[in-house]
């Protein structure tokens, strides 16, 4: 059975420090929210995973929520650049904060894998990309077998906090 909870209660009883979490939405879908609420709370070393990490991310990196992030674009097409971020990458404060960067579509393949009960994602788009040089996560691998109708290689990415 649901249990309904106030956003309070839901972030202090399932956001623990050191948990990896995501919050996605757009426009007017942000979850701000439920990110003021991770910052009243003072949770911290919280990996943060987000397809676009915008203002609200921003703000937790700034309150010193985060040490890792999880993303495919850093920055706010309305707003521009995320000053906490940079911050936060270039100079260490308030925290040094670990990046890693994917593909707006590995992310998309990643969480459909999780959603699904897989532990990698399926995926051809890095091929003849920069991303696997600087993202040591991302694995290429030949299909041992011929599959009808599918390419002889398959190109995968494992996503993992």
Not at 13 to 37: K, Q, S, W, Y
Not at 82 to 98: F, S, Y
Not at 118 to 137: C, E, I, T, W
Request: glycine share 8%; aromatic share 8%.
């Amino acid at each position: 059975m649901a249990e309904f909870l106030s956003l309070k209660e839901a972030v202090s009883r399932h956001i623990n420090n050191g948990d990896t979490v995501c919050m996605e939405g757009f426009t007017h879908l942000i979850p701000f929210a439920a990110g003021h609420e991770i910052i009243r709370q003072e949770k911290q070393d919280l990996t943060l995973i987000r397809m676009t990490p915008d203002l609200v991310y921003d703000q937790m990196i700034g309150a010193g929520c985060a040490k890792k992030l999880i993303f495919s674009w850093g920055g706010n097409p309305g707003v521009g650049s995320l000053h906490r971020l940079r911050d936060a990458v270039e100079n260490g404060w308030p925290n040094k904060l670990e990046i890693l960067e994917h593909s707006h579509a590995a992310m998309a393949s990643a969480y459909e894998a999780g959603a699904a009960g897989l532990p990698l994602a399926v995926l051809r788009g890095y091929v003849g990309s920069d991303l696997p040089k600087v993202n040591d996560q991302i694995k290429f691998i030949e299909c041992p077998s011929p599959v009808s109708a599918w390419p002889r290689c398959l190109r995968f990415a494992r996503m993992s906090p």
